[in-house]
Nanobody, 114 residues
Framework: VQLVESGGGLVQAGGSLRLVCTASGFEFSSSLMGWYRQAPGKKREVVAR???????YYSDSVKGRFTISRDNAKNTVTLQMNDLKPDDTAVYYC?????????WGQGTQVTVSS
């Protein structure tokens, strides 16, 4: 099982980034996929989740700015981040949930400068 995130980087406030999580080694279409983030000194928090039935969840802090999408044919889950703010600076992690199984990617750094 592997989850590999890509697309992080440094961007100015108001800019955009697109994160992609590429999965392998498991039945992707049967798994709940999500993006989480952890800023320095803070707890890891959910950003967005995409369920197998198409249901989508966004945290209030990113609603209207971020879009999560999944492609079951390509085994990818994407997070499009627009209108980025300095408070969005964090390491972003891809997460897979299937019954009692929970797996994480290694994370990708997103830094938003003011």
């Amino acid at each position: 099982v592997q989850l590999v995130e890509s697309g992080g980087g440094l961007v100015q406030a108001g800019g955009s980034l697109r994160l992609v999580c590429t999965a392998s080694g498991f039945e992707f279409s049967s798994s709940l996929m999500g993006w989480y983030r952890q800023a320095p000194g803070k707890k890891r928090e959910v950003v967005a989740r995409a369920a197998t039935n198409g249901a989508i969840y966004y945290s209030d802090s990113v609603k209207g700015r971020f879009t999560i999408s999944r492609d079951n044919a390509k085994n990818t889950v994407t997070l499009q981040m627009n209108d980025l703010k300095p408070d969005d600076t964090a390491v972003y992690y891809c997460k897979r949930e299937y019954t009692f199984l929970v797996q994480w990617g290694q994370g990708t750094q997103v830094t938003v400068s003011s």
